[in-house]
């Protein structure tokens, strides 16, 4: 069992910058894949970014190649989503997920997910 609490969202212009992180409980955490997918408004949920259990792998949707960076700190159980030159179009929950073993893009393939936190970007 796995428990995954996000934090560090919240209300920021056009242009700034957050840090979101996915801090998580329980036994093997470097034996998990980790992911960061958001849902906006009256859409589904996408994927965002997401990496393998040594941080070696990352991969990225193509809306935020560039702009975000994942990375994870296996001694602090805790996954990061660096976020640079945020745009209004990045509004959404944030949810970081865990699965166990290889890295997967499709969130129907994660194990466990965190509550998610909110960004807003305003114009």
Do not use: H
């Not at 906006?40 to 393998?52: I, S, T, Y």
């Not at 179009?89 to 965190?114: F, H, I, K, N």
């Amino acid at each position: 069992q796995v428990q995954l609490v996000e934090s560090g969202g919240g209300l920021v212009q056009a242009g700034d910058s957050l840090r979101l992180s996915c801090a998580a409980s329980g036994r093997s955490f470097a034996s998990y894949a980790m992911g960061w997918f958001r849902q906006a408004p009256g859409k589904e949920r996408e994927f965002v970014a997401a990496l393998n259990w040594s941080g070696g792998s990352t991969y990225y949707a193509d809306s935020v190649k560039g702009r975000f960076t994942i990375s994870r700190d296996n001694a602090e159980n805790t996954v990061y989503l660096q976020m640079n030159s945020l745009k209004p179009e990045d509004t959404a929950v944030y949810y970081c997920g865990a699965r166990y073993g290889g890295v997967v893009l499709r969130d129907g393939d994660y194990d466990y997910w965190g509550q998610g936190t909110q960004v807003t970007v305003s114009s």
